[in-house]
């Protein structure tokens, strides 16, 4: 009797289906830990950075104060200041224009730290930063919040020097401007980190910073009352009013002398929101601007 010859089926497995890509949604949750040492990192590498760049430290000083010991020693029989909130006599003009000054030291250094994010972008060490797990939100506002640390730093030395100056307000100012410092620095950063968003080259955004910092500054309550602008220029009384910069300065210029400015704080919030809200998405790689830069 012949075996049967039985021929085996060959039965094949089913290949395992192949994992989806983790996306940052599908990550667990950081810890508060995470958060804290990734900030502390940003922070620390542009204190690194600060302390290594003497010369932007000595820049950001040399500026203010010749506007302070020339400008305003040689308009200051002009340029008098009769007695106007929150003063409440007649001041020298040395006096008036140090909130503004404080002002643009935070201006100047919101705009040299998204030119060092342009710079980043073009060696790849912020392509590096925005690749990490943590929310690309975080980071931005890590990186906004070490360069606000870096410009309050500037600011209380300029302060310290200007004391010599006959610059004196009461001491308990000097802590009240602390927050109005923090939120103008970050209104001005968010602005400055919105710009770096849409140039694609370094040399580009030198001309832009100009191109925003001095109208800013000068269209203000920076170096001159209001009601002096309104009388001479109604149109630039109208500019000035709706700059975020004035806003700004008053904001400080109020806190300096321990009040508080409402409308100022209401602008300055709602720009900050604005303008960091705008460069978040900005840097948002799915539909950012620099989305369709890369497309382009």
Known sequence: MSEAKITPMATREAAPAPEAAATPRDLPPFSLSAYLTCFSGIVGREGLRFLHQRERFVSALVRPLLWLFIFAAGFRQVLGVS????????????????????GM????????????????????????????????WFLLVSKLAAGVAVGVLQ?????????FWEVRPDWPGYLYVLPAMILAGLMLG????????LVQQLENFAGIMNFVIFPMYFASSALYPL??????????YTIC??????????????????????????VVVGCTVAFLGAAILAYDPARGVIARKKQS
């Open 83 to 102: 007695i106007v909130t929150p003063y409440k006599t007649y001041i020298l003009y040395e006096v008036y224009i140090t909130p503004g000054l404080i």
């Open 155 to 163: 600011v209380y030395v300029f302060l310290a020097i200007a004391w």
């Open 105 to 136: 030291i935070l201006l100047f250094n919101g705009m040299q730290s998204s030119l060092s994010m342009v710079y980043d972008r073009e060696t790849g060490t912020m392509k590096t930063l925005l690749v990490s797990p943590l929310p690309r």
């Open 241 to 266: 009013l709706f700059n975020p910069f004035t806003h700004a300065v008053e904001l400080v210029r109020f806190a300096l002398y321990q009040q508080f400015n409402l409308q100022a704080f209401l």
């Open 190 to 197: 968010s602005l400055g980190m919105l710009l770096s968003s």
């Open 227 to 236: 009601w002096r602008v309104q009388e001479s220029s109604p149109l630039l």
